[in-house]
């Protein structure tokens, strides 16, 4: 069976950002559907397999409940069960409606796990090429040597004999 993590809906969030997880949330009430989906679905091995492989963060929220009501402020649930496939971010990768057919939930777990490594990678890229910029661009001599151009300008300044302090009411001493 599919493990669901034990905590509240604010708990999950900050695991899978703390994680940088996909959040697969299921929420469901006592019909027959959502009965039927938890004994078919959660229970299927290929799928107990993709979503450990996947490393999903899995949360089931009961209806009626006070994490249903966090939830759905944020995303809609209209009919149970539901399930929303939430990258680590909050930005939506896939919905279910209603009962989800097991080759469909497998497809969206792959896709939502290979967009999250693929923009986990792609920022990581853009990290190293900013660092990497940073430090071949800079150069010690050049910056000391710009620091002491303003601060002789600044010395300059003070020194001239136009330019005099004005005392707090406002004339020149």
Avoid at 54 to 68: R, V
């Amino acid at each position: 069976m599919v493990e669901f993590f034990d905590g509240s809906v604010g708990e999950a969030i900050k695991s899978v950002q703390e994680r940088n997880r996909c959040l697969l949330v299921t929420v469901q009430d006592d019909s027959n559907a959502c009965e039927e989906m938890e004994t078919r679905l959660w229970t299927d091995s290929s799928v107990v397999e993709a979503i450990s492989e996947a490393e999903f963060t899995c949360l089931m929220i009961k209806a009626d409940t006070q994490d249903y009501v966090y939830f759905g402020s944020f995303f809609p649930v209209y009919v149970f069960p539901t399930v929303y496939i939430l990258a680590p971010n909050g930005k939506p990768l896939a919905y279910f409606a209603t009962s989800v057919p097991k080759s469909e939930l497998l497809v969206k777990v792959q896709e939502s796990a290979s967009k999250l490594q693929e923009e986990s990678s792609s920022k990581k890229r853009a990290e190293k090429d900013i660092r990497d910029k940073c430090w071949t661009n800079w150069n010690p001599k050049t910056s000391s040597e710009r620091g002491g151009k303003h601060r002789s300008r600044y010395r300059e300044i003070q020194s001239n004999t136009r330019f005099r302090p004005v005392s707090s009411c406002g004339t020149n001493r």
